[in-house]
């Protein structure tokens, strides 16, 4: 294993703060506002320096070596704790504090000394601050004196919503035993105005959080109906585009029946009086192409000029001419068609001509 050099990262700072250390060069003297001394700390200006602005400036504007400096307002215990977390980091030596007048100095401290963090951890532990029937007045103590302060604002709030609670759950008569012990006339006064107050205010809050509530309730109720509004509406849309589909649908089959019913009279028309030139089925034949041979009596016309061999002679027939179809000629391999400007000639290739029945 690598042994290991000591470094200042290994020491303990709490052993500056033993009494028999004699490195410090600063000595708070705690005092009452009657300049009664309470007590005094020693500490080291160096370390404190590092962690408030405000001590580093008051230490620079001093004079070199060891200083006295005299503090008036906090409680002793609560200078005392500050300086040993500051030295330590141990939270349990400020969660450990019973008195809510403590917590309150160190606020004021850390506020008046620009400790970072220092005010969010004193509120962490006043939120846990446990309220019961032997503090319980002492608290309502705290608030009085406090409330009107501004930096102790959130304090004092956090207080009374755990007063708040404390008093549902517990008989009116047992702290109001409490308030008759006291000699305090004007606390009773304040403390019966406050807890009135505060009832009101808890009821109030109550019947907003219901108004809240049942405000929610209607909007979900509103949400709901919104969403299948917007699903209905996405349902309409749908069957309105099934609707157009359908209806081109509809027209198309009237279109197409539209379409057959001529087709229909025509061919009824046509079978009244079928051409007698093309005999077709249905319908005429006029100008479609011809399949195989025609029958004689046939009248047929060239689709364009078109030529065809016969005895190796090339027949030549004009788009223009037209002609009908006549006998078969024995052993010569097509019928002869009487062509109305090219005359009379034999035809055994029928490709490119068609039906002339108008």
């Not at 029937?133 to 409330?147: D, P, R, T």
């Not at 505060?198 to 509103?222: A, G, H, L």
Request: hydrophobic residues 35%; contains cysteine.
């Amino acid at each position: 294993m690598k042994s290991k050099m000591i470094n200042i990262k290994d020491y303990d700072f709490q052993d500056l703060l033993d009494p028999a250390s004699n490195l410090n060069d600063v000595e708070f003297k705690i005092v009452d506002e009657n300049s009664q001394e309470l007590g005094t700390v020693r500490s080291h200006k160096f370390l404190l320096s590092l962690l408030s602005p405000v001590l580093k400036k008051m230490f620079m504007s001093r004079e070199k070596g060891s200083i006295v400096v005299e503090i008036t307002g906090p409680s002793f215990i609560s200078f005392q704790t500050l300086i040993q977390f500051l030295y330590t980091g141990d939270e349990s030596v400020i969660t450990d504090i019973s008195c809510i007048d403590d917590l309150f100095d160190l606020y004021c401290l850390g506020d008046k000394y620009e400790l970072c963090g220092s005010r969010n951890l004193i509120k962490e532990v006043v939120s846990s601050f446990k309220i019961n029937q032997e503090n319980f007045i002492h608290i309502l103590k705290g608030i009085k004196k406090h409330e009107n302060t501004f930096l102790f604002e959130d304090l004092c709030d956090i207080l009374r919503v755990k007063v708040q609670d404390f008093l549902v759950c517990s008989s009116p008569e047992s702290y109001q035993e409490d308030l008759k012990e006291s000699e305090d006339t004007d606390f009773c006064f304040w403390v019966k105005n406050r807890i009135q107050k505060w009832s009101r205010s808890s009821s109030e809050i109550q019947s907003v959080e219901e108004q809240r509530s049942q405000f929610e309730d209607i909007k979900k109720q509103f949400d709901d109906v919104k969403k299948q509004s917007e699903d209905t509406k996405l349902q309409l849309e749908d069957t309105k585009i099934q609707f157009e589909d359908s209806k081109t649908q509809l027209e198309n089959s009237k279109a197409e029946i539209s379409e057959l019913e001529k087709k229909l009279a025509k061919m009824v028309e046509y079978a009244k009086d079928p051409c007698k030139n093309c005999k077709g089925p249905t319908v005429c034949l006029d100008g479609q192409v011809l399949h195989g041979t025609p029958g004689y009596g046939t009248m047929i016309r060239p689709d364009e000029d078109t030529s065809y061999m016969f005895n190796e002679d090339e027949v030549n027939v004009d788009a223009d001419d037209f002609g009908t179809v006549g006998t078969l000629r024995w052993g010569a391999g097509g019928p002869v068609v009487n062509w109305n400007k090219l005359g009379s000639r034999i035809c055994d290739d029928f490709t490119g001509f068609v039906y002339k029945c108008k």
